[in-house]
């Protein structure tokens, strides 16, 4: 049997202040256990951020390292 339940922040964070330190470790182990303290970082195309950055009239050697830069970058590197 599963049960969904939509509890609140302040509930949740309640709920915690309640907990002795034990259970609070065990919690946070759980929470890393899940990866649930990530959330999915949404980036954006490189090309979108040169052309904001373009529209700012910055200079071409800038530009040029900032888009090498974001090509060689661990968010992009995927």
């Known amino acids: 049997m599963q049960l969904d339940v ?5 509930n949740v964070l ?4 309640q907990m002795n330190l034990d259970e609070i470790e065990e919690v946070k182990n759980k ?20 052309n904001d950055f373009k529209k700012e009239s910055y200079s071409d050697d800038f530009l040029a390292e900032l ?9 992009y590197a995927d």
């Open 67 to 75: 888009e090498n830069g974001l090509k060689k970058s661990s968010v």
């Open 14 to 17: 309640h709920l915690i202040s």
């Open 31 to 50: 929470l890393v256990e899940k990866e649930l303290y990530f959330k999915k970082f949404k980036k954006d195309d490189i090309e979108d951020i040169m």
């Open 6 to 10: 939509n509890v609140s922040l302040p």
